[in-house]
């Protein structure tokens, strides 16, 4: 019996190792995987960067007395924010809520109850979603596309729910952490020193904010900023 032996070169050895890897991962990789990666669900933190625009948000879930003085300010600096609404606040002051829209902000959906939307099933977190549009489309009759997680916590069930409504899942770049006190000038501070092109800003109605707004508002628009909606930020326009 005759036998015969083949050289193979470590190089061409290599490669078939890698080939085989590269194959079993493709083949074997968890399915959630393309949701985080490769698919089209994905929280957005930033706008393109090739203008001078940055987009404020800010979320709404309690904050009454300080709603209308942000407002003013935002009124006579011509600017115009993202208001995230949580379904039970639209219901208990629909009044408010008609005020932010009626004053040319947009409004965004913040969920119905805050909750910690990383901990629900995929059917709690379109539950949550659905009843806080429901809540605003009853209101103001327009459909929120926009989506902000209570917390800033989400799940790829998050992610996935939001996607199946169409919504964008919108995170933020710069933390005003204006909930905790932190002051005025830790506000003014965070904002102006990471300021930039595509940013987003997240605040809340809250008296440190108001107090810091008109400062922020200033400096931004003498660095030459333009300060928008999330939709408009992400448009281009």
């Given at each position: 019996m005759t036998f015969y032996t083949f050289k193979i070169s470590k190089k061409v050895l290599s490669l078939a190792v890698f080939l085989v890897l590269v194959i079993t991962w493709v083949f074997l990789k968890p399915s959630h995987y393309h949701i985080q990666v490769f698919g089209n669900y994905k929280p957005i933190y930033q706008g393109r960067d090739d203008k001078k625009v940055m987009a404020f948000t800010c979320n709404v879930a309690w904050g009454n007395e300080y709603i209308p003085s942000l407002l003013e300010i935002f009124n006579e600096k011509n600017v115009k924010a993202t208001f995230f609404i949580e379904g039970r606040w639209a219901e208990k002051y629909p009044d408010l809520l008609k005020l932010i829209y009626e004053k040319g902000h947009e409004i965004g959906n913040h969920g119905y109850s805050h909750a910690h939307h990383a901990q629900l099933s995929y059917e709690?977190?379109?539950?949550?979603?659905?009843?806080?549009?429901?809540?605003?489309?009853?209101?103001?009759?327009?459909?929120?596309?926009?989506?902000?997680?209570?917390?800033?916590?989400?799940?790829?069930?998050?992610?996935?729910?939001?996607?199946?409504?169409?919504?964008r899942l919108i995170m933020w770049t710069i933390d005003t952490i204006d909930w905790k006190k932190p002051g005025v000038d830790y506000i003014v501070n965070k904002v102006l020193s990471n300021a930039g092109n595509g940013k987003i800003v997240l605040m809340h109605p809250t008296e440190d904010t108001v107090r810091a707004m008109p400062t922020i508002i200033d400096n931004l628009h003498r660095e030459g900023f333009k300060i928008t909606t999330v939709s408009q930020l992400l448009s281009g326009e």
């Open positions: 709690e977190n379109l539950n949550e979603i659905k009843k806080a549009e429901q809540a605003i489309e009853n209101i103001l009759g327009i459909k929120t596309t926009l989506f902000a997680p209570p917390y800033g916590e989400f799940s790829e069930l998050t992610l996935k729910a939001a996607n199946s409504m169409n919504y």
